[in-house]
């Protein structure tokens, strides 16, 4: 079973998809539950073989990957998906072309499955599956220099995060304060090359406001937004202080504003809790005052 989905389920030949195919429904008539059955070990092996030193058989891999993933319960496989990703993720930055389309399609199926998984629907399994796969993600994926990758783990960040409902809590600190740091490096680098080469004082600030306004209306500031409503004493703690010194050493208009926008919110939903950071939240005020934000 093993064997048949790491050396060839789908390749760019046809004939020998074809052929592999046909072995492998006379083989085994059950395909369906006969994968269901071994999955797990299955995975394991195709998780071997994603890096395998041979093209062909990273490319059929990632091809198996996402025929083992789409359209199946993932509950007794949870524990893989962190290792699935890590190794997925660098095998979409391969040197091989057709090797990172199949990692690509690969990539956006195990996205489907990540997303449905981490619901409060799936009790146990959705919360271990949250905790898992999003730290992974805001790890892994955030901060790659492939644009590709950076947007696939953005947008599955994104839907995990509208889909885990009440499971995003104990992961608010590390979720806000990764996607605070990313506002500034994913805004358009053209944005920052016509405001630094804006001649006209006036027309400056006009740029700036714009992008202030783009800032908080972006996908990654409404799910800041939507964090809010689970934040409380106990998320504070932990909280606050990655933020603020997000606020110290952040740099780029984009994570300024948003940080100062992420502040205003949690002080009109919990201020008492608060009153701990009063003294450094008001420095943080002077600081937005002067850069006009």
Known sequence: IRDKLVTGVQTCALPIYQAMSSIWSAVVPETQKTVDKYLKEILRDLLNNLTANQWR???????????????????????????????????????????????????????????????????QVGSQATSLVLPCLLKSGLNSPVDEIRNLC?????????????????????????????????????????????????SQEKLDMLRIAAIKTSPMMETINLSVQYIDETVIPELMPRVLDIVK????????????????QLVNHCPRDLNPYAGKMWHLYSMVCMTGI
């Open 154 to 202: 953005l947008n599955t960040i994104l839907k995990i995060s509208k889909n885990a409902g009440v499971l995003l809590k104990p992961h608010i600190p590390v979720l806000v304060a990764a996607l605070l740091e990313a506002l500034s490096g994913l805004e358009p680098q053209q944005l920052n090359y016509i405001s630094l080469h804006m001649g006209s004082e006036v």
């Open 57 to 123: 058989v990273r490319e059929s891999s990632c091809l198996a990957l996402n025929d083992a993933l789409r359209g199946r319960q993932l509950d007794e496989v949870v524990d893989l998906l962190p290792e699935i990703w890590e190794t997925l993720l660098r095998v979409m930055d391969d040197i091989k072309e057709s090797v990172r389309k199949a990692a690509d399609t690969a990539g956006k199926t195990l996205s489907r499955v990540s997303i449905k998984i981490c619901d409060p629907n799936y009790g």
């Open 249 to 264: 050493s952040g740099v780029g208009l984009g994570t300024k504003a948003g940080c100062s926008h992420f502040i205003i």
